[in-house]
């Protein structure tokens, strides 16, 4: 599967802390995406980087981009309750033609 | 702004089945898709279209139809409903493809007895 795959699983963090999320992949990419998924409801787009940038920045979220290790992670800083759900990384393969394909997520908890 | 736009919210079907599940967006993108969420499996690609006229399969085509006529609109239909597509389905439309943010729709919760 070209599936990337995210770690942890799950992740449990007390508000304020900050919640480092990672994503692996095999093959080469275009992009790297992230997504959020609230109980219930569908998926929002948080931050797309480009194969060849190796960081970006919105608001509390930084996104790094390691080409040479086929990895992405995805930090939240001073998280707050509001930041549980779920998130996805979603990989544009080089090559794959237009199909964007996701990871199995990670769940991701926030004790006020 | 609507943004994507899925109906029904929820649906159940007996085994043979048929329904279409429908999806419209009003940001005039190109790209649209149709994805499905089971537990432990994350969200899986079934079809999508590049524009008006065109669409592909993805990883999971086997048991769904769908067409393009319009820009709006990206209908899926379930041929012959079986337990196996019980799932939570997906539309999702983008303006580049998957060079640019996919927005999603609410869901369609969808159970086959």
């Known amino acids: 599967s070209q599936q990337g795959e995210e770690d942890p699983q799950a992740l449990s963090i007390q508000e304020g802390e900050n919640a480092t999320m990672n994503c692996s992949y095999k093959?080469?990419?275009?992009?790297l995406q992230w997504y959020r998924q609230n109980s219930g409801r569908g998926l929002v787009h948080l931050i797309l980087?480009?194969?060849?940038?190796r960081e970006k920045h919105s608001g509390r979220l930084r996104v790094t981009l390691d080409t040479s290790k086929k990895s992405s992670s995805l930090l939240i800083t001073a998280s707050r309750a509001a930041d549980t759900a779920s998130y996805f990384c979603?990989?544009?393969?080089?090559?794959?033609?237009?199909?964007?394909?996701f990871g199995k997520g990670i769940t991701l908890s926030v004790r006020p | 702004n609507a943004g994507v736009t899925q109906t029904p919210k929820f649906q159940v079907l007996k085994t043979g089945q048929s329904m279409t599940l429908q999806c419209a967006q009003d940001?005039?993108?190109?790209?649209m898709s149709w994805y499905r969420q089971d537990p432990g499996m994350g969200l899986r690609l079934i079809h999508y279209?590049?524009?008006?006229?065109?669409?592909d399969q993805g990883e999971v085509p086997n048991g769904y139809n769908v067409s393009r006529s319009t820009t709006e609109d990206f209908p899926l239909r379930l041929l012959s409903a079986a337990p196996s597509q019980t799932s939570v389905y997906f539309c999702a439309s983008s303006r580049q493809g998957s060079g640019s943010p996919l927005h999603f729709g609410n869901g369609t919760r969808l159970t086959v007895t």
């Open positions: 279209s590049v524009g008006a006229g065109i669409t």
């Open positions: 940001m005039n993108h190109e790209y």
């Open positions: 979603a990989t544009d393969f080089t090559g794959a033609n237009s199909k964007l394909t």
């Open positions: 093959t080469s990419i275009n992009n």
């Open positions: 980087i480009r194969s060849n940038e």
